[in-house]
């Protein structure tokens, strides 16, 4: 299997970014856009989610090999399946990402990327390091049993991952329309870890904002309402082990303390969801929120 990482030469690319950001954070006197302890929790979830990539890679990277090799089908390594195959690999990380947010599983491993009540270039690196614990590999398995190379399907999801991390930034403002109505963008992106009810799960683009467009999950950015970022119960903490875990607990305190019926419900259903309806859900805050009433407006998340 070839396959080609470019994310170690995107780390000093990172870095100098942040530098930057953080440059033009104190020139603007924009005292929210980043705290030391909170950068530095983002800083080590991004070191961890390497190390918990590499570990995992030694069975997810054969469970790609297999499905490939059990394919009908099989497009090579001509140039023009590049492309096909980035764009294929951009669908299922939305509906990866889709998922993560409506399935309670899969969200407790996501969970720490939206843990920060900041939202900078630094919190594009809370990566998750239970991704396998949650199954989230499955999303690319199909791709291998369609056809594409298993080293090709890994280098267009690191090229996925390296094309996000410039959307996580308040230094940007609109990109031209004819920009915003195909690629995700800063502005597109901001909507997605808010709170406010009105942009709760909403924005799941990777790199393509057509999907959220094609399968109405789209919102832009409002002008009228300021965004708030974070969770519903938001942390409270800068400790590193509360970041990664604190759903995954949060999830067995549920499942052991629920009637056995509802058991499982606590793990597939979406976040929020319990079984005698005293939490809200994404669905129950968006229906009382109005998208009209602005910046005073009650959003909330999990």
């Known amino acids: 299997m070839t396959a080609f990482d ?5 780390i000093p690319a990172f870095v100098a970014l942040i530098a930057l950001e953080i440059l033009w954070a104190r020139r603007r006197s924009n005292l929210r856009a980043y705290e030391a302890r909170d ?3 983002s800083l080590a979830l991004g070191v961890g989610s390497i190390i918990a990539g590499a570990l995992a890679a030694v069975v997810t990277v054969p469970m790609l090999v297999a499905a490939h090799d059990v394919s009908p089908l099989g497009f090579g390594w001509a140039w023009w399946v590049w492309p096909l195959c980035f764009v294929a690999d951009d669908l299922a990380y939305y509906w990866f990402h889709r998922s993560a947010h409506r399935v309670r599983w899969f ?3 996501h969970v720490n990327h939206h843990s920060s009540q900041h939202y900078n270039l630094s919190t594009a690196l809370r990566q998750t390091w239970t991704g396998f614990i949650a199954l989230s590999f ?15 399907v890994l280098t267009c999801a690191a090229f996925n991952l390296i094309y996000q991390f410039w959307i996580h930034t308040e230094a940007v403002g609109r990109m031209p329309r ?5 690629m995700n963008t800063p502005s597109h992106h ?6 406010n009810g009105r942009y709760l799960d909403r924005n799941y683009a990777g790199t393509f904002i057509i999907w959220d467009r094609m399968f109405g999950t789209f919102e832009p950015e409002s002008d ?5 970022y974070g969770i519903v119960n938001q942390l409270g903490s800068f400790n590193l082990l509360k970041a990664v875990f604190h759903e995954w607990i949060a999830i067995g305190r549920d499942v052991w303390s629920a009637p056995w019926r509802h058991k499982a419900s606590y793990i597939w259903r979406e976040p929020g969801w319990t079984h005698d309806g ?19 407006e009650d959003g909330k998340s999990r």
Do not use: K, N, Q
């Not at 901001?190 to 709170?195: I, M």
């Not at 009228?224 to 708030?228: A, E, G, K, T």
């Open 6 to 10: 470019p994310l170690p030469y995107a």
């Open 278 to 296: 005293s939490r809200e859900t994404s669905d129950m805050i968006r229906a009382r929120t109005s998208p009209d009433r602005g910046a005073g």
């Open 107 to 109: 969200w407790a491993s």
């Open 138 to 152: 499955i999303f690319r398995l199909p791709l291998a049993l369609a056809g594409f190379e298993p080293g090709m």
């Open 190 to 195: 901001r909507v997605h870890p808010a709170v």
């Open 178 to 182: 004819w920009f915003e109505a195909v």
């Open 224 to 228: 009228d309402v300021p965004i708030r």
């Open 39 to 41: 950068t530095a929790v």
